[in-house]
């Protein structure tokens, strides 16, 4: 359901067009991201065996999306517009922002290949596996909004 | 639906869902400077968390 909810907002803002609706829906992806690795931190702390290797590999696996989101917002803090409405990218920015993503991609993959991770058992993999899917889908669509929003 | 008759994970799923419902009603009211805050603030607040859990676990282990 979150991919059609992503896939139709994407169509949405295609169509509208409006600079302060891309820059918004980025925002919200940001936010929504770190909504996420909250939630994958719950269940890591509630459902994963303490101190088992999937529970170890999961916190820092979510630690590493963390603090590239984290670095995502941090910079694209730096191109919000007077008034709070829109994100005004440079080129530069630009370009900084998508390196970024894709980083963050790489990092989420990464668990989803993980020996300890894939031979949970599947109770307890199908909540992290949820939690996954919705960043992975976030991180493509944030991905696609970057690109769309025009430069200064 | 008696949701006490549900198993654990389901009902685990559906307050999930619940609770990232009112999250999104939450966002669409905040502008794109709001949303950003409370992005930096959640990811502050995430790494405090893994943190403390990472340590407790090498604490555990020693």
């Known amino acids: 359901m979150r991919r059609q909810i992503a896939i139709l907002g994407l169509l949405l803002l295609t169509i509208a067009g ?24 719950d269940i890591a702390e509630k459902d994963l065996p303490s101190g088992s290797n999937a529970q170890i590999q999961t916190l820092t696996a ?91 | 639906m008696n949701f006490a008759e549900l198993p654990a994970t389901i009902t685990g799923v559906i307050l999930l869902i619940f609770r990232e419902l009112l999250k999104e009603k939450e966002r669409s009211g905040m502008s794109v400077d709001e949303l950003v805050e409370s992005a930096l603030k959640q990811t502050t607040a995430n790494e405090d968390r893994i943190k403390e859990l990472l340590e407790t676990v090498k604490q555990d282990m020693q």
Not at chain 1, 26 to 38: E, P, Q, S, W
Not at chain 1, 75 to 103: C, F, H, M, N, P
């Open chain 1, 62 to 152: 979510l630690r590493a999306v963390n603090t590239i989101n984290g670095e995502i917002t941090a910079e694209a803090k730096k191109y919000i517009s007077a008034d709070g409405k829109r994100l005004e990218l440079t080129g530069v920015g630009k370009d900084k922002l998508l390196q970024i993503l894709a980083s963050g991609n790489t990092t989420i993959q990464s668990l989803l290949k993980n020996e300890d991770f894939i031979n949970l058992p599947d109770e307890k993999r199908t909540r992290i596996m949820s939690t996954i899917n919705d960043l992975t889908e976030t991180f493509a669509v944030m991905v696609e909004l970057v690109d769309a929003v025009k430069t200064k």
């Open chain 1, 18 to 41: 409006s600079a302060c609706d891309k820059s918004k829906e980025f925002a919200k992806n940001a936010d929504r991201i770190a909504g996420y690795v909250a939630t994958g931190i």
